[in-house]
């Protein structure tokens, strides 16, 4: 079984600070991670993925999250906060092979104070 | 390029009324299917997952069902809508054969509201 854990369900930041958003990973084998963003009322898009190459990983809109297997985590950061990066983030785990089903998260909700 | 559609986008049924929400893949072949919904508050949870037609696997039980008629066609269902079906749902498609590009793409999603 697999799953993933995202602390904190709503985070703010001021513009301009560091966005930190938080997810710990659990999977019996070597998982493949993933970050999606979702604006309101829209679809998710792929914001960045970790399939077992560099574990630091860069995503679009300056985004890039680390993949730690000893703290079993995948957090999501981007050094300055932007008003457009205000939005849902879901991070999401599966493993390597076909016929695999993609875990989310419960969501973590970004705002950015001006 | 593979493309997913999804409609409607907004809906707005009676309780106790049928649903039925469709999807389809474009661009791929046997692709892995899912529904998933949003309600306020929940996060994102998954409902319906199938590998193939006619096969579809249940994750939580409720008053919905999937159908999985054609290889990139899935549909989401209900006999008799629940104000508690009112969500938004959306429809997601990854592959089973690669074996980097596992990530889900997902459509613009539909928003329900049952009143």
């Known amino acids: 079984a697999q799953s993933v854990t995202q602390l904190g369900s709503h985070v703010s930041v001021s513009e301009g600070a560091l966005v930190l958003l938080r997810c710990n990973y659990s999977?019996?084998?070597?998982?493949?991670l993933f970050w999606y963003v979702q604006y309101p009322n829209k679809g998710l898009q792929l914001l960045l993925k970790?399939?077992?190459?560099?574990?630091l990983v860069k995503g679009i809109n300056g985004f890039e999250a680390e993949f730690k297997k000893s703290e079993t985590s995948f957090h999501l950061t981007k050094p300055s906060a932007h008003m457009s990066d205000a939005a849902e983030y879901f991070c999401?785990?599966?493993?390597?092979?076909?016929?695999?089903?993609?875990?989310f998260g419960t969501g973590t909700k970004l705002q950015v104070i001006p | 390029s593979q493309t997913i559609h999804q409609w409607p986008a907004t809906l707005v049924q009676p309780v106790g009324s049928p649903l039925s929400l469709e999807c389809t893949v474009e661009g791929t072949s046997n692709p892995n299917l899912y529904w998933y919904r949003q309600a306020a508050g929940r996060g994102l949870q998954l409902l319906f997952y199938s590998v193939g037609i006619g096969q579809i696997s249940s994750e939580v039980p409720q008053n919905l069902s999937a159908s999985r008629p054609q290889d990139r066609q899935f549909i989401l269902s209900s006999k008799k809508l629940l104000l508690s079906d009112s969500g938004f749902y959306l429809c997601a498609w990854s592959s089973n054969r690669d074996r980097v590009n596992t990530e889900a793409f997902f459509g613009q999603g539909t928003r329900l509201t049952v009143v």
């Open positions: 999977s019996s084998v070597p998982p493949y």
């Open positions: 970790y399939t077992s190459a560099a574990t």
């Open positions: 999401a785990v599966t493993r390597s092979g076909g016929y695999q089903k993609v875990t």
